[in-house]
C-alpha cells in the first residue's frame, strides 16, 4: 500500500506564488514519474507538470516559465513552485507518481489539495 499526501494548498492572490509537496509513503516500491495533475470545475483532470525519475521535466503550456517541478528522490517527495498564479490556475491539484513495488508497475493518487487564486 502506498499513499501519498499533498500539502501547500490555499488561497492566493493573483500574482502570487504558492509551493505544494507530495510526498510517498509505504513499504516496498520504488517511484518512477512523479506529476502534478489539476482539475477545475466542469473540466477535465489536465497534466500540469511532470518529472522522471532521472528529473526529466515536461509542463503544460499554460504553466511553463511560470511553474518549476522538482523531486527529493531520498525523501520520496515531489513538489511544484508555482508563481505568478492566476485566476485560471484555480483548481484541485493531484499528485501522482508511477510505482514498482516488485512485481507490478502501478500508478497511485493523492485526495488534492484546492488552490484558489483570487483576481
Known amino acids: 500500500q502506498v499513499q501519498l499526501v499533498e500539502s501547500g494548498g490555499g488561497l492566493v492572490q493573483a500574482g502570487g506564488s504558492l509551493r505544494l509537496s507530495c510526498a510517498a509513503s509505504g513499504s516496498r516500491f520504488s517511484i518512477n514519474a512523479m506529476a502534478w495533475y489539476r482539475q477545475a470545475p466542469g473540466k477535465q483532470r489536465e497534466l500540469v507538470a511532470r518529472?522522471?525519475?532521472?528529473?526529466?521535466?515536461n509542463y503544460a503550456d499554460s504553466v511553463k516559465g511560470r511553474f518549476t517541478i522538482s523531486r527529493d528522490n531520498a525523501k520520496n517527495t515531489v513538489y511544484l513552485q508555482m508563481n505568478s498564479l492566476k485566476s485560471e490556475d484555480t483548481a484541485v491539484y493531484l499528485c501522482?507518481?508511477?510505482?514498482?513495488?516488485?512485481?507490478?508497475?502501478?500508478?497511485?493518487w493523492g485526495q488534492g489539495t484546492q488552490i484558489t487564486v483570487s483576481s
Open positions: 501522482n507518481a508511477d510505482l514498482f513495488d516488485g512485481l507490478r508497475f502501478f500508478a497511485s
Open positions: 518529472i522522471t525519475s532521472g528529473g526529466s521535466t
